[in-house]
């Protein structure tokens, strides 16, 4: 691939305005050399930042879709953050505030998993020798041996019921019929996290929602430099010119926010980085009062956009595989903001976790699987100090809960809380809260959620570079990365720094993977702690 030497007039559009593309916009400007006057970020919505979100207020309730969990060594995204200033300070990187803010409130979670509304032992993962083996049989496989097979497919249905699999499915959201790929990765990648597993040891966490301390930031940063923010623009089509060794991408189909259509074409020195797919596309909010209402594909503007194109050459995917079984892809998260301390009171007594360093508490014995998070407060910039939120999801939304007889994907949130107080059996502690009317929760529902998980093969995901692209990349969870793991910010830096190295001449190189599996103690450290 010829790489472009003179990138100065060059103009790049950028079709998604989540952390791929924001990075994408910053190692553009940093190391290929583009004038941020010529970067334009195509967003169909009304806010940037795609899965990274976080908003809302102390009257109307806040919203927060999802976190993505940070760690040390996701060294893309560092690099990333070490220069982007603060939220709140200057001085101050991202990278310093989140470092420092995780060595002040360290994970360590005591009550990690409930069963009957009491901590479970987690002294042992409970594994099986088969189970051992069937873990150690999986990390030695290779990828091409495992395409299209589920993790159900390799593990005996014991496997499900210890613990080791309550901590993996409800920390990453993997489900029984997840990639068995996207599975060996994570535990290659991630195996030096694998002894502090119950108690999350070793995950990080940004000092607000990741919308404020991360996409504000990088938009902050971007914006100075000149980069523009074409927000509700929606891009609905993508002409390429395409022969047997050449992919030039040459014309953009967008409606923008009058809905009016128009086109923009591709100059011969120009440039198109594409978001294909979407995790949080066409989410759905619900109330205190109202169930919220689950969309269908034809609402998704980015994976009709892949769709598309992706008949026009194999190169460039198979959606159909990530987002034809919204029904196994789908969860369903909620956000509960509280004008009283009761409830965080309780829990900072009951597992002797302050807030913010306690992670994820799951109910196991939950019919929904649901799993709660109480991020440091305030987890908002404008969240008043007598005003407390909460997190949480569930990865079976259609089953009927314990208490509540109905499914979770048709409850509102005065149902969800019922549920969940009667999980912790804080029914009567809860109920003058709630009868004051000083609790609101928001329900979400998420078609796409998990559709990153999906068993697929080689060439489902479009390589970030296909071969013989002149013009153009694929960014984001549904490009493929050799060796990274999905869901996490990781992927989507590293396939920014891919796509502009690789499109430009930099002298600069994608930062490599932090390989824990190859270090000794560390392989030592995880087998001790999957056999006890």
Request: net charge neutral; hydrophobic share 40%.
């Amino acid at each position: 691939m010829k790489k472009n030497n003179s990138a100065k007039d060059s103009k790049v559009y950028l079709v998604g305005s989540g952390i791929a593309s924001l990075a994408s916009a910053f190692y553009l400007i940093k190391d290929a050399g583009v004038q941020g006057e010529n970067i334009h970020i195509l967003e169909q919505d009304d806010i940037p930042g795609g899965a990274l979100d976080g908003a809302g207020d102390p009257e109307s309730g806040y919203i927060i879709r999802g976190g993505r969990m940070h760690e040390e060594h996701f060294v893309c995204y560092w690099d990333l953050l070490s220069i982007i200033p603060s939220y709140d300070d200057p001085k101050v990187s991202v990278k310093e505030e989140s470092f420092n803010f995780s060595e002040r409130f360290v994970a360590n979670a005591q009550a990690r998993l409930l069963k009957n509304g009491k901590k479970m032992d987690l002294s042992s993962f409970g594994l099986s020798f088969t189970d051992q083996a069937d873990l150690l049989k999986l990390t030695f496989s290779s990828e091409s041996s495992l395409e299209n097979r589920r993790i159900e497919d390799w593990f005996n249905q014991e496997f499900f019921e210890t613990n080791y699999w309550r901590l993996w499915t409800t920390m990453f959201a993997f489900q029984k019929w997840s990639s068995l790929i996207v599975m060996r990765r994570y535990m290659k990648r991630f195996i030096h996290l694998v002894d502090g597993l119950p108690r999350l040891g070793g995950i990080m966490r940004t000092k607000y929602n990741q919308y404020h301390s991360v996409v504000i930031p990088l938009q902050r940063h971007l914006q100075k430099r000149g980069v523009h923010f074409d927000m509700q623009t929606q891009v609905v089509d993508i002409e390429f010119n395409l022969s047997a060794d050449k992919k030039t991408a040459t014309v953009l189909h967008i409606v923008n926010k009058d809905g009016v259509e128009d086109e923009i074409v591709i100059g011969k020195n120009d440039y198109l980085f594409i978001t294909n797919g979407s995790l949080t596309e066409s989410t759905a909010n619900g109330s205190w009062t109202k169930a919220p209402v689950l969309k269908d594909k034809p609402t998704s503007g980015s994976w009709m956009l892949w769709e598309k194109i992706a008949k026009t050459d194999k190169a460039f995917g198979n959606p159909g595989v990530f987002s034809n079984n919204i029904d196994l892809q789908k969860w369903y998260s909620f956000t509960v903001t509280l004008k009283s301390s009761t409830f965080h009171d309780y829990m900072e007594g009951f597992s002797g976790n302050v807030d913010g360093t306690g992670g994820l508490v799951t109910m196991t014995d939950s019919n929904w699987l649901m799993s709660i998070v109480i991020a440091r407060q305030p987890h908002f910039p404008n969240q008043p100090e007598d005003v407390k939120i909460f997190w949480g999801y569930a990865l079976h939304p259609d089953r009927k809960g314990n208490y509540i007889k109905k499914k979770m994907s048709e409850c509102n949130g005065e149902e969800i809380l019922e549920e969940l107080w009667y999980q912790l059996k804080i029914q009567h502690l809860m109920k003058p809260i709630v009868d004051s009317g000083k609790v609101n929760c928001i329900p979400v529902a998420m078609p796409f959620i998990d559709s990153l998980f999906m068993p697929y093969a080689k060439g489902d995901r479009p390589d970030v570079l296909p071969k013989g692209a002149t013009n153009f990349a694929f960014l984001g969870q549904f490009a493929d990365v050799p060796n990274e793991c999905v869901f996490t910010v990781e992927y989507s830096v590293r396939c920014a720094q891919t796509a502009v190295y690789g499109l430009f001449k930099t002298e600069k190189n994608v930062l490599p993977i932090y390989n824990s599996i190859h270090k000794p103690e560390i392989l030592i450290m995880a087998l001790k702690a999957l056999n006890k």
